[in-house]
Every structure is written in structure tokens, then in C-alpha cells.
């Protein structure tokens, strides 16, 4: 008798021809979580990839939790193996299943044989189960079209298995088939959910971070480090770009008005991000904007943000309310680090009247005083890479 994990595969299900290469994707980043946990042997049949334990050192329940946050995941659950012997089934349901089986109120048994050797029926194997657990749990009622608990039995090659329902899983697609995107992360709430939401859809998202030492303190930069380390479980391995951001935000303050200085600052973000993804091979941009939550965020002001990229800039949260953000931070874990109260490069220099409706040419116009390729430049050549593993 051991314990499995089962993962059932999401919507790459539905890909055609390149559904091999999803699944393989799935499958080598399933095994690098795993690695940390001990021995596994992971393959996959029938649209679900077991995660089977090589011996007793494997620690299930790390890796239970690591499988929780593996993108292209749909549901996963736990199965318990036993001998292909209807007997032992029924034993293995009682004893495996038996918290949830007194807590239900309703169940039926659902059966599949991969090994059709077996003398029985999917069928006929389905009502043995049900007879025999109706028998040793007789307060459930057997309801086939909406139980509380549905017994899955499993008829494999060389055992059977025995699991409850799944329950859901990251979802999304299989980091590594959907290219590379840079996102910009700060401190706060939603740019890690807004590099977690485009993860999750099967991009490698590299991170970049700006800094302005000493008016922001070594504790923030810490800060948006110690949140990038939180994604790595669903993102994988990750680079962050740290980026000495002083000076272009000295220089702005001299030479530019003050109302301008937030998208004046926002520009020379872009425009350093798009240049650090153009040397890397980074095929976007990620930011955790919102339309009109802030000065810097109203249509005009994301209009003359994105007139200085040379990249798509993803948007993923750009819909959604403060609310639904924060949801989703805690659901991923990255809530209590983002509420932590550092300053961000961004509070800086606040301008106290900052435009809301600007015009492209006026940003063009401030920064015709500028060398802005040599303050992009210098910021580049000043930045720290840290690589962060699984
Ligand atoms: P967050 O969006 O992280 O909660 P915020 O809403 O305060 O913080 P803004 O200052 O409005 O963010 O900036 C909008 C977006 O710009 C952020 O979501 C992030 O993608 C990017 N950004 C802001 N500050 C930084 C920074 N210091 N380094 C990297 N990216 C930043
Ligand atoms: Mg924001």
C-alpha cells in the first residue's frame, strides 16, 4: 500500500497536435519541484500525470503542496494503491476514505480499468464498491447524479488505486510554452499578482525592480526580493533585474516640471525594461496596473507610457478592482510581505499635483532637454541580477 498523487491535466487538453509537448513541459517542471522532495516517478496516461513515490525518505506532503502551485494543473488528489482484488478495494476505501465517508451525507463509486484482464465490468466492479461501502456506512444515501463524495477506483496494470474527488489546482498552462515576459515588480500588491496571473498562462516571467538607494531603504529592496521568492514556487526559477534608479530620478527632478515627474519616471522605467528584455530575448512587458487607480494609470497617462515601448506591455490586472487583487494575493501568498511598509522608488518624489490627462508631446518636450539613451543606459549598466531556484 502507498500513497500517489494524481494530477489532471487543464485546458492543454484541448491543444492538438503540440499536446505532447504540453504534456512534456508539465512533466519536467512536475519533476524540478519534486527534486527537493525525494525520489518520484512521474508519467502520465490518459490526460492525468501520476507522481509516484520511490521509497519510504519521499516527503508526500511537500510535494503534495509543490504540486498545488504547478501551473496546467486542473484538480489534483491523493490516491491510496492496493491489490487488484475487488475485496481488497472495498478495504482499502473503508479505510483510506473513511473520514470523508461518515462525514458525507451522499456518494457513489466511479471505476476505470486501464487493465481490461480484470473480471469485472467497470460497471459491475462500481456496485460492488457501492454495495459493500453502502453496507459499512449505512447513513449515506447513494446519489449517482450529485453526490457529496465520489469513491474513484482505478484498475491499473499492475494495482488498483482508490481517491476522493480533486480538488483544484493552479490552472493555467505549463510554464515554458508561452515565452518569456519581464515584469515590472515593486513593493506593493499587484505586481506580484499581475507576474503570478501571466505565469500561469505558461510564460517565463523574469522580474525587474527599481531602486533608489538611499531614499529607499536596503529593507524595501529586501522587501520585493523576498516577494519574487514567493512566486518562485508557481513561477520556477527566476532572474530579478535590480535597477539603481537615483539618478534618472535626480536628473527628472532637476530638469523636468514637477507635474510630469511620475510618468516622466514611469517612461525611463519602460524604456529600460524594454532594453534589458531586448538583451535578454524577453518577448514582453508586465505591469501590475489598473485602469484608473492612480494619476499614472488613466488611459492618457498608459498612452504616453506606451508610447516609449518597443514591447507588448501586459496588463493583466487591468480589469480588476483593488478588491479582486488583493483576493487573489492572499490566495497566493504574497499579501502579508506586500502590505509590509517600506517605501517604493515610486512615493519618492510624488509630484503634489500630478497630471492626469497628459499629453504625449509635453512628456517629449520635458525630455528634449535630456540625453535619455545615456541616463538608460547608465541605469542598465549599474544592474544587479539575482537568480532565484526553486
Ligand atoms: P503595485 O502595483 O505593485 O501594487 P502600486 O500600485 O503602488 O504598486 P504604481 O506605483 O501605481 O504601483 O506602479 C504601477 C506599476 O508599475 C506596478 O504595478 C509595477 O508593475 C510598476 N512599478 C512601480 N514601481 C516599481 C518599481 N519600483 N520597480 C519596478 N516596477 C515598478
Ligand atoms: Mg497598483
Not at 515554458?176 to 503570478?196: E, F, H, K, N, T
Amino acid at each position: 500500500m502507498r500513497e500517489i498523487i494524481l494530477l489532471k491535466q487543464g485546458e492543454m487538453v484541448l491543444k492538438g497536435l503540440n499536446r505532447r509537448g504540453f504534456e512534456d513541459k508539465l512533466m519536467g517542471n512536475a519533476r524540478r519541484r519534486l527534486k527537493k522532495h525525494g525520489s518520484f516517478q512521474v508519467y502520465t496516461r490518459q490526460s492525468t500525470t501520476y507522481v509516484e513515490p520511490q521509497d519510504e525518505g519521499c516527503d508526500l506532503e511537500g510535494a503534495w503542496q509543490a504540486m498545488g502551485k504547478l501551473f496546467g494543473v486542473a484538480g489534483l488528489c491523493r490516491a491510496q494503491s492496493c491489490a487488484k482484488d475487488k475485496q481488497a478495494i472495498v478495504a482499502c476505501a473503508k479505510e483510506y476514505l473513511g473520514d470523508q465517508l461518515r462525514q458525507a451525507k451522499s456518494f457513489k463509486v466511479e471505476s476505470k480499468r486501464a487493465d481490461k484482464t480484470f473480471p469485472m465490468t467497470s460497471i459491475q466492479l462500481s456496485q460492488y464498491v457501492g454495495g459493500a461501502l453502502h453496507d459499512a456506512f449505512p447513513h449515506l444515501a447513494v446519489d449517482v447524479h450529485n453526490p457529496q463524495l465520489t469513491v474513484h477506483v482505478e484498475v491499473r496494470d499492475y494495482e488498483a488505486f482508490v481517491h476522493a474527488d480533486a480538488q483544484a489546482g493552479a490552472g493555467g498552462l505549463p510554464v515554458g510554452m508561452g515565452g518569456r515576459a519581464l515584469s515590472l515588480l515593486s513593493g506593493g500588491i499587484d505586481s506580484p499578482v499581475a507576474s503570478w496571473m501571466v505565469a500561469k498562462r505558461g510564460v517565463i516571467v523574469d522580474m525587474i525592480h527599481y531602486y533608489s538607494y538611499p531614499y529607499t531603504s536596503p529593507e524595501a529592496k529586501e522587501k520585493v526580493l523576498e516577494l519574487a521568492r514567493l512566486l518562485v514556487p508557481y513561477l520556477g526559477k527566476t532572474c530579478v533585474h535590480v535597477v539603481p534608479f537615483t539618478a534618472v530620478q535626480e536628473t527628472l527632478r532637476r530638469a523636468c516640471p514637477e507635474e510630469l515627474f511620475t510618468l516622466l519616471m514611469r517612461r525611463f522605467m519602460m524604456r529600460i525594461a524594454c532594453q534589458v528584455a531586448q538583451h535578454n530575448g524577453i518577448q514582453a512587458l508586465v505591469t501590475g496596473e489598473s485602469v484608473g487607480q492612480v494619476a499614472s494609470q488613466t488611459l492618457e497617462a498608459l498612452a504616453c507610457t506606451d508610447a516609449v515601448c518597443t514591447l507588448p506591455v501586459l496588463r493583466p490586472v487591468v480589469g480588476m478592482d483593488k478588491e479582486e487583487i488583493v483576493a487573489v494575493a492572499r490566495r497566493i501568498g504574497t499579501f502579508e510581505t506586500s502590505i509590509l511598509p517600506y517605501e517604493d522608488c515610486c512615493t519618492v518624489f510624488t509630484p503634489r499635483h500630478p497630471r492626469t490627462r497628459p499629453r504625449v508631446e509635453q512628456l517629449e518636450q520635458a525630455e528634449a532637454v535630456l540625453d535619455v539613451q545615456a541616463m538608460v543606459d547608465e541605469a542598465v549598466a549599474g544592474i544587479q541580477r539575482v537568480v532565484l531556484e526553486l
